[in-house]
């Protein structure tokens, strides 16, 4: 495998990127992983190279563009809000990661997924919901704000992996996200994992007062689930 720096564009937005290619002579599967409300980190962009691990091709994306990453609790609010409060702007900022992925040499542009990690999470719930034909999408702790945008007819599988202390997510929002995809017909999980918090996958998640706790059995087993949710959507991309 090789990693290296990538530069794509939302119209004149730069946004800098991580991509790692597995050694193949086939056409692979691409994941986009989208970050935590802190920006593309070295967090993101060590789930690229596991991902290479399984076989597939993967960009840790630039939400917010131009490399920024937030110092503070506050700068990080100040860094999510733009796009938690405008949708169009949000969706917008996906797609053009998953069309920039498209054209990597290498890639099956037929078979791309989108994981990500907290508002990562919420970027993956939001791309299912903008309508948009991506073979799966995973959230892992993701932030569940409802959109203000009109709901479109969900096109991409959806897993949820969520943990069942998170305090940055209610029980009403939980309930109002299963019901619009249920509306919608889609292709929807939700996994709950019990006694753990917001966070649960990244190991420097220490902050009980905050409600971000690592959970080493929850970020496993959540991993093993992304992993059975991409072979299954992937192979049914085949068919």
Aim: include cysteine; glycine fraction near 8%.
């Amino acid at each position: 495998m090789s990693g290296k720096i990538v530069n794509y564009y939302d119209d004149s937005t730069e946004c800098i990127g991580f991509l790692s290619l597995p050694e193949s002579s086939n056409l692979v599967p691409l994941i986009l992983v989208a970050h935590t409300w802190k920006g593309r980190s070295e967090f993101e962009d060590q789930k690229v190279v596991a991902i290479n691990d399984l076989g597939y091709a993967a960009l840790s994306i630039d939400i917010f563009g131009g490399g920024v990453n937030g110092q503070s609790i506050e700068e990080n609010q100040a860094l999510i809000a733009p796009f938690v409060n405008d949708r169009q702007l949000f969706r917008k900022r996906l797609i053009s990661a998953v069309e920039f992925g498209k054209t990597i040499e290498g890639v099956d542009s037929s078979r791309i997924g989108l994981i990500g990690f907290c508002f990562g999470g919420l970027a993956a719930i939001e791309l299912a919901r903008s309508g948009y034909d991506i073979a799966g999408c995973v959230s892992f702790h993701g932030l569940l704000n409802q959109s203000s945008e009109p709901f479109q007819k969900v096109k991409s599988k959806l897993l949820v992996l969520h943990g069942d202390k998170d305090p940055m997510v209610t029980s009403e929002e939980i309930l109002a996200l299963q019901h619009e995809m249920t509306e919608s017909e889609a292709d929807w999980q939700f996994i709950s994992y019990g006694n753990t918090y917001h966070a649960f996958t990244n190991p420097a998640a220490d902050d009980i007062a905050m409600g971000t706790v690592y959970n080493p059995e929850s970020d496993k087993r959540s991993w093993i689930a992304m992993t059975n949710f991409l072979e299954e959507v992937f192979r049914n991309a085949n068919n």
